[in-house]
Nanobody, 123 residues
Framework: VQLQASGGGLVQAGGSLRLSCAAS????????MGWFRQAPGKEREFVAA????????HYADSVKGRFTISRDNAKNTVNLQMNSLVPEDTAVYYC?????????????????WGRGTQVTVSS
């Protein structure tokens, strides 16, 4: 499975961005899909995850109520709508896919990773 993320950029605090991730290849292996992020000098952290059917989603506490993850299996894409952005959201955002059935928050549950897309939120 190959993953290509897009949609990052520079936005002012309070603004919105929509990230997209397109999957190609053996997409049947992308049962769960998720977003992680990594800020400079920090470890990669979980942001959001969704199961294959889209009926189960999980969010990091820091983004609950502001971010929404969704997927379109017909187009093999997963999206992350990010609203009310704050400078602390500044990071490189990574799309990931995994073969397990339950959308989890551990990077170990994900088998495929895309290149990141930079999100910068100015104050």
């Amino acid at each position: 499975v190959q993953l290509q993320a897009s949609g990052g950029g520079l936005v002012q605090a309070g603004g919105s961005l929509r990230l997209s991730c397109a999957a190609s290849g053996r997409t049947s292996s992308s049962a769960i899909m998720g977003w992680f992020r990594q800020a400079p000098g920090k470890e990669r952290e979980f942001v959001a995850a969704i199961n294959r059917s889209g009926t189960d989603t999980h969010y990091a506490d820091s983004v609950k109520g502001r971010f929404t993850i969704s997927r379109d299996n017909a187009k093999n894409t997963v999206n992350l709508q990010m609203n009310s952005l704050v400078p602390e959201d500044t990071a490189v955002y990574y799309c990931a896919a995994g073969r397990t059935a339950v959308a989890g928050s551990s990077p170990r549950e994900y088998n495929y990773w895309g290149r990141g897309t930079q999100v910068t939120v100015s104050s």
